[in-house]
């Protein structure tokens, strides 16, 4: 899941990535970062299709946190 605040940012986003709702989540309130506890917009999570299982806060991407990112998904 990501999140943009700006509406049209989001649309961009998704029309060159073509990533598609719902992994890609607008939210102008921010409930959505509250709800996970995202206090940067440089942190990432990944989340289970359900939404119910949902790894640690990841900050960055290098090698550790790509591994981290797989060994939650491999666990779906």
Known sequence: ???QDDFPYALDFLDSTGVQ???ML???????WQAFEVRANSQMMVLSP???AGSELIYGFDAV???????FAVGL
Do not use: C, K, N
Not at 26 to 32: E, G, H, I, M, R
């Open 21 to 23: 709702t719902p992994t």
């Open 1 to 3: 899941m990501g999140a």
């Open 65 to 71: 946190q790509q591994s981290q990112i797989l060994d």
């Open 50 to 52: 359900d939404l119910t």
């Open 26 to 32: 607008w939210d102008p309130s921010f409930v959505t």
